[in-house]
């Protein structure tokens, strides 16, 4: 069950975007880890990733999984040295293009298995102004 503690403890993860970067390698994974994914090493600092990235790569889900709606886009997004995977929202799947300039947003996720409904970084495109 998502309670208001367990939301409190992941505040810093979901609203600041927070991310460990290795001292060793310099390599940056987020959400943070206890150890490195590519070294393993566990000297590890907590840094702050912007808000704003690009799309790198992405996939268009029409048969997407239970609880998740049609088309449903994935995306890789290059947020300064890390590389976060997660949902583009609040776009048409016919004008994502790589190198498109999304934000990070709260919004919620699909339903879990006792019923509460998640709230999730997602990442919606930058309108630009014309």
Do not use: H
């Amino acid at each position: 069950m998502t309670t208001i503690q367990r939301i409190w403890r992941f505040k810093d993860r979901l609203i600041k975007l927070m991310a460990s970067k290795c001292n060793n390698c310099g390599f940056t994974a987020y959400p943070p880890k206890g150890a490195c994914p590519k070294c393993g090493s566990k000297n590890l600092q907590m840094i702050e990733l912007p808000r704003r990235g690009k799309v790198i790569s992405y996939t268009i889900l029409n048969v997407p999984i239970k609880g998740f709606e049609a088309p449903l886009i994935i995306a890789l997004i290059k947020l300064k040295d890390a590389i976060v995977m997660s949902e583009i929202i609040n776009a048409d799947p016919n004008n994502i293009k790589i190198g498109m300039e999304v934000e990070a947003t709260i919004a919620p996720s699909a339903r879990t298995l006792d019923g509460a409904i998640p709230y999730v970084v997602k990442f919606k495109p930058i309108m630009s102004k014309t």
